[in-house]
């Protein structure tokens, strides 16, 4: 027979072993339950980080289509399908290229970035184009218009607030780009074509294309200051 000493400290061990298994049980439900809700805080920072991501993408695809056509001399139709088909093309190729650093398949990171990206593309592309067309001349305005520049700001400025509620949607039902955040913090693979994909982040690209827009209006601002001011004056000159 145990002795009364034996007892109690069985008993003690026994209490020490159920308040520890309960304080883990309840951790490991406190843990889940901030993962899957991520704070309000947490939820509204992914989604503006998300849509600043989706719309650098949309912003380069945009503004190299709308260069490109008028370049070229597309019609307006076809230079509004071009700048959206880059839209989706840098758009997900900027999402693709940190899945692969991860050491994610080609294939793979295909399937999980049109998962992840198509509606909030989609979202700001509609905005997008549907604000442009509203803006009177900013469709037909030329690159070195300002109208084209506020315009382009404007536009991009009320895509990113109509896709923000969409990502934070969808990132709170772990989908959108909660598909893609378990890669981002991965160890970089440095081995084969892997170690030369460049990493760009969302800020950084947001910030050379603002400053690259904010070229382009001076540039329009300088020329629409530097053309001459009195056509009209000299017309009437010409007359007489």
Not at 12 to 28: C, L, V
Not at 67 to 79: C, E, H, N, R, Y
Not at 140 to 146: C, I, K, P, R
Not at 170 to 184: D, M, N, P, S
Request: net charge negative.
């Amino acid at each position: 027979m145990k002795s009364h000493d034996e007892h109690v400290q069985a008993g003690h061990e026994h209490s020490m072993h159920e308040g520890h298994g309960e304080h883990a049980e309840h951790a490991d439900h406190s843990a889940h339950s901030g993962h899957g809700g991520h704070g309000g805080g947490g939820v509204n920072a992914m989604a503006a980080s998300a849509t600043l991501h989706c719309l650098t993408g949309c912003a380069i695809g945009e503004i190299a289509g709308l260069m490109i056509g008028t370049a070229i001399g597309l019609s307006a139709g076809w230079t509004i399908a071009l700048a959206v088909t880059l839209a989706f093309f840098f758009g997900y190729a900027l999402s693709t290229l940190p899945l692969l650093k991860s050491g994610l398949a080609l294939g793979a990171a295909l399937s999980v970035v049109l998962a992840a990206d198509t509606l909030s593309i989609a979202t700001m592309e509609l905005v997008d184009n549907l604000v442009m067309a509203l803006i009177p001349g900013a469709m037909e305005a030329g690159l070195v218009n300002v109208v084209f520049w506020v315009g382009m700001m404007i536009a991009l400025t009320v895509a990113f607030v109509a896709a923000f509620p969409v990502n934070r949607y969808l990132l709170q039902r772990g989908k959108g780009h909660a598909l893609t955040h378990e890669y981002h913090g991965a160890e970089p693979v440095q081995q084969g074509f892997r170690r030369f994909i460049p990493a760009f982040s969302s800020g950084a690209l947001a910030a050379a294309i603002f400053t690259f827009m904010l070229g382009g209006l001076s540039v329009s601002i300088a020329d629409e200051l530097g053309s001459d001011p009195a056509p009209a004056e000299q017309m009437e000159m010409q007359g007489h």
